[in-house]
C-alpha cells in the first residue's frame, strides 16, 4: 500500500478557484501600493541565521525556521554537545540559514547591502511568503504571504498618514469594514516610566497587548508578577483608560518620552485629518505591538465583521539598519497579512462576480468534423484574448455541459454540423440558461466588449 499523502502542518493547499481570489487580494494591494509610488523588489526565501536572530524578540528566535547545512551537517558538531542534547548549541555548528520570519528585516538587510545604489528616502513594497513556526489556528499559519511597503530614510510623519491612507484604501477596495488603530510606542515607555519600571518595558509591552483577549484583571496580575508596586499598577490602569490625547497629556506631564510620543500622534493628525477616510481611525493607548524594533508610530488593521485578529500592522522603527552597519536611517512600515484577509473575504464572500472562474468561454462539440473545425475557432478566440477551452473530444452535450458547470464557465458555444453550415454558432448563457446565435467575431465581441 502506497504511502499517504501530506503536507506539512501550518501549510495549505490552493485550488485554482482559491488562487484566483488571493490574486485578486494581491493584485487590488499592489495597484494601492504603485499609485502611491512603491517600487518592487524581492529577497530570498532563505537569509543568513546571524541576520534574522535577535531581531525578532526571544520568542521570535524560538519560531524561526531553520535549515541544516549541506552535506554531513554532523560532522563538524561537538560530541560533547550532541551528548548533552545541548540543541540551541549544537544548532549554531550545524546550522547557518534560515527561512525568513517577515520581510522587515531582510529589507533592512538589503538597503544596507545596496545603499549605494538606492535613492532616499526608499519606498519599497515587497510580496512574497514567510515561516513561522507558530502553533496552527484559524488565521495563523507557518507559511504565509506578507504584503509589505515601507519608506526609509526619511523621519517625516508624512509618511505614517500616507500609509494609513494605503489601509484605508485597499480594505475599502475589497469591501472589508475595518477599524485602523494608531498608537505610539514612546507612549508605551512613557507609561513604563510612570510605573518606575523602564527595565521592565518590554514585558509590559507584552502583557498591555494581551487586555482586549485576557481582561484587565490577567494583564494586572502578569504585570505584578513582573514586580510592579500595586499602586504603580494603578497609575497604569488609570493612563490605559485614556481616551484621547489631550487627557493622556495630563498624566505625561513629567515624562519628555511620552510626551513625544504624543506629539508624534498631533503632527501625524495634522496629515491624516486633512484626508477623507471610509473606515475608522481610533487611537488607543493599550495598543502594543509586541515586534522589538519599533519605536515610534504603531498600527494594527482589525475587521469589524469577522472575528479572526489583526488583519494588518506596522510602525516606525528607528535604526534596524543600525545592527547592520548603517547607523541613524529611520524607517517606517506596513504588512497586510494575506492569509487572514482572505479567510476574511472567503468569510464576507467579497469577491467580483466571476472571480473564481478560469474560462471565458468553453467550446462543446458535437461530431468529428465539429470538433476539429472548433479547435481553429479556439485559437481565433484565444488570439482575441478571450480565455477559452475546448472539450477534448464530441460526445453527448448533457456530459460536456457537466463538466463546463463544474468549471464554473459563465459561458459555452456549442458547435455542430448546422453551426458550421451558417457560420452562426451557438453561445449560451451558464447563469441565465439564455441563448443565442452569433458569428465568431460577435462572439467576441460580446464575451470583450471594447
Not at 10 to 32: A, C, M
Not at 91 to 105: A, C, F, H, P
Not at 145 to 156: F, L, M, T
Request: aromatic letters at 8%; hydrophobic letters at 40%.
Amino acid at each position: 500500500m502506497g504511502q499517504k499523502p501530506s503536507i506539512p502542518k501550518g501549510t495549505r493547499d490552493f485550488h485554482p478557484e482559491e488562487v484566483l481570489k488571493r490574486s485578486y487580494i494581491f493584485n487590488t494591494i499592489e495597484e494601492v501600493f504603485k499609485r502611491y509610488g512603491y517600487a518592487p523588489i524581492q529577497t530570498p526565501s532563505m537569509e543568513n541565521l546571524n541576520t534574522l536572530t535577535g531581531k525578532y524578540g526571544e520568542e521570535g528566535d524560538r519560531l524561526l525556521f531553520k535549515v541544516l547545512n549541506n552535506g554531513d551537517f554532523l560532522s563538524k558538531a561537538d560530541d560533547a554537545l550532541l551528548n548533552a542534547k545541548d540543541s540551541n548549541k549544537v544548532l549554531r555548528q550545524i546550522s547557518k540559514r534560515g527561512l525568513r520570519y517577515d520581510l522587515t528585516v531582510p529589507f533592512a538587510r538589503y538597503v544596507v547591502m545596496n545603499q549605494h545604489r538606492i535613492n532616499f528616502p526608499f519606498k519599497r513594497y515587497q510580496i512574497q511568503p514567510v515561516w513561522r513556526a507558530d502553533r496552527p489556528q484559524k488565521g495563523r499559519y507557518q507559511e504565509f504571504y506578507q504584503c509589505d511597503a515601507d519608506v526609509v530614510g526619511s523621519d517625516s510623519l508624512m509618511y505614517e498618514a500616507e500609509l494609513m491612507q494605503i489601509f484605508d484604501e485597499v480594505f475599502s477596495h475589497l469591501g472589508i469594514d475595518v477599524t485602523i488603530v494608531i498608537n505610539n510606542r514612546k507612549i508605551l515607555a512613557g507609561i513604563a516610566e510612570l510605573c518606575d519600571a523602564s527595565d521592565k518595558l518590554v514585558g509590559i509591552t507584552v502583557a498591555i497587548d494581551k487586555i482586549h483577549k485576557i481582561g484587565k484583571e490577567k494583564v494586572r496580575l502578569e504585570i505584578a508578577n513582573q514586580g510592579v508596586a500595586p499602586d504603580k499598577i494603578d497609575k497604569l490602569f488609570e493612563v490605559l483608560d485614556c481616551k484621547n490625547l489631550d487627557e493622556l497629556s495630563k498624566h505625561m506631564q513629567d515624562v519628555p518620552v511620552g510626551l513625544e510620543g504624543i506629539e508624534e500622534l498631533k503632527k501625524f493628525h495634522t496629515y491624516a485629518d486633512q484626508i477623507p477616510k471610509k473606515n475608522v481611525l481610533k487611537f488607543d493607548v493599550s495598543l502594543a505591538r509586541g515586534l522589538g524594533y519599533y519605536t515610534g508610530c504603531i498600527f494594527e488593521v482589525m475587521s469589524n465583521d469577522v472575528a479572526i485578529g489583526s488583519i494588518a500592522g506596522g510602525g516606525r522603527y528607528d535604526n534596524l539598519t543600525g545592527v547592520f552597519g548603517l547607523p541613524n536611517v529611520s524607517g517606517v512600515g506596513i504588512s497586510f497579512g494575506a492569509a487572514r484577509i482572505f479567510d476574511v473575504m472567503e468569510e464576507l464572500n467579497n469577491y467580483p462576480e466571476g472571480i473564481g472562474a478560469v474560462l471565458d468561454v468553453l467550446l462543446l462539440a458535437t461530431d468529428e468534423e465539429s470538433h476539429l473545425r472548433s479547435f481553429k475557432f479556439l485559437q481565433s478566440l484565444r488570439d482575441a484574448g478571450v480565455k477559452a477551452d475546448l472539450y477534448p473530444m464530441p460526445s453527448k452535450i448533457q456530459k460536456q455541459m457537466k463538466y463546463a458547470d463544474k468549471l464554473k464557465v459563465p459561458r459555452v458555444i456549442i458547435i455542430g454540423s448546422q453551426e458550421l453550415e451558417s457560420g452562426q454558432l451557438s453561445m449560451k448563457n451558464m447563469q441565465t440558461g439564455d441563448q443565442e446565435k452569433l458569428t465568431l467575431d460577435e462572439i467576441i465581441k460580446t464575451i470583450l466588449p471594447s
